[in-house]
């Protein structure tokens, strides 16, 4: 899945680093550019949907996904360390919503001074509101988080999707929108295999200390990309 994303984005970057959301350009595209750029948000989030839809219900009818689910922190939780333990903890919380989300809204600040309006607007919708959809869906599912009899973290709120994964995803997928936008095109080889490694870093970090199961970082991951695409897509046809 990485690498058809890998693809897609490297096909549709010219049309998408121009878009006025992120360079505050006047000029307007072809039809045909606009085409491309639907047919991106429509694949991405149909594809996204799908997947969603499969692992919840899966979480629900607690089907094949939930035993690979305690298989996975069954083990990871058996192989832990202190060393490794101690640097994951540095990672999860450097990723906590309530540290992203006010660094969000620093950013969002940093565009107004700018006047880079729907920059500004895009940072604020995409991440602020992830973090508040990722909450309703928790109390919508109500999953209890991993169980051990010695656990690494408590937490006492719910476990599916992870919260880490949604603001992490949201947070890194609109800096690199907006710096793909503005850098040269060498660096922009770097800034999303950068953002994928620190995204799965931090989904790796919850599965180890057995706040999160598999499906529920996978399920945040696809629920961030819909958030995403739903606001980004919006906000440059609202441009035009």
Same mark, same amino acid.
């Given at each position: 899945? /990485? ?5 897609m984005?490297?096909?549709y &970057? ?7 959301l992120?360079? @505050? *350009?006047?000029?307007? @595209?072809?039809?045909?550019? $606009?085409?491309?750029?639907?047919? /991106?948000?429509?694949?991405l989030?149909? !594809?996204?949907?799908?997947? #969603? ?8 009818n +607690?089907?094949?996904?939930? %035993?690979?689910?305690?298989?996975? +922190? &069954? ?11 101690q =640097? ?12 992203? *989300?006010?660094?969000?809204?620093i %950013?969002?600040l940093? @565009?107004?001074w ?6 500004? /607007? ?6 602020q ?7 309703? +869906?928790?109390?919508?599912? &109500? ?8 656990? /690494?973290?408590?937490?006492?709120? $719910? !476990?599916?999707? !992870? ?6 995803t949201?947070f890194?997928?609109?800096?690199? +929108?907006?710096?793909i936008? &503005? ?12 953002a ?7 989904a #790796?970090s ?6 999160h199961?598999l !499906?529920d970082?996978?399920?945040a ?5 819909i958030w995403?695409?739903? =606001? ?5 046809f609202?441009?035009?």
């Amino acid at each position: 899945m /990485l690498v058809w994303m890998w693809r897609m984005i490297t096909l549709y &970057q010219p049309v998408i680093s121009h878009v006025p959301l992120f360079t @505050y *350009s006047e000029k307007r @595209y072809s039809s045909r550019d $606009y085409q491309r750029l639907r047919r /991106l948000g429509f694949i991405l989030l149909a !594809s996204a949907g799908t997947l #969603f839809a499969l692992i919840a219900e899966n979480v629900v009818n +607690a089907g094949a996904l939930t %035993i690979v689910d305690q298989e996975i +922190a &069954q083990w990871l939780h058996a192989h832990s360390t202190t060393l490794l333990t101690q =640097c994951l903890l540095v990672i999860t919380h450097l990723h906590d919503p309530w540290v992203l *989300s006010p660094v969000a809204g620093i %950013i969002t600040l940093y @565009y107004i001074w700018k006047k880079r309006w729907y920059a500004a /607007l895009s940072v604020f919708l995409v991440v602020q509101g992830a973090m508040l959809l990722n909450l309703l +869906a928790k109390h919508a599912f &109500q999953r209890d988080r991993p169980n051990f009899d010695d656990p /690494l973290v408590t937490i006492a709120t $719910y !476990s599916f999707p !992870s919260g880490h994964v949604v603001a992490s995803t949201v947070f890194y997928g609109t800096l690199v +929108a907006l710096l793909i936008s &503005q850098k040269p095109a060498l660096h922009r080889v770097f800034y999303i295999p950068l953002a994928f490694a620190m995204v799965i870093l931090v989904a #790796f970090s919850r599965m180890y200390l057995g706040a999160h199961y598999l !499906s529920d970082v996978l399920a945040a991951f696809l629920e961030a990309m819909i958030w995403a695409v739903l =606001c980004l897509t919006s906000l440059w046809f609202k441009r035009f």
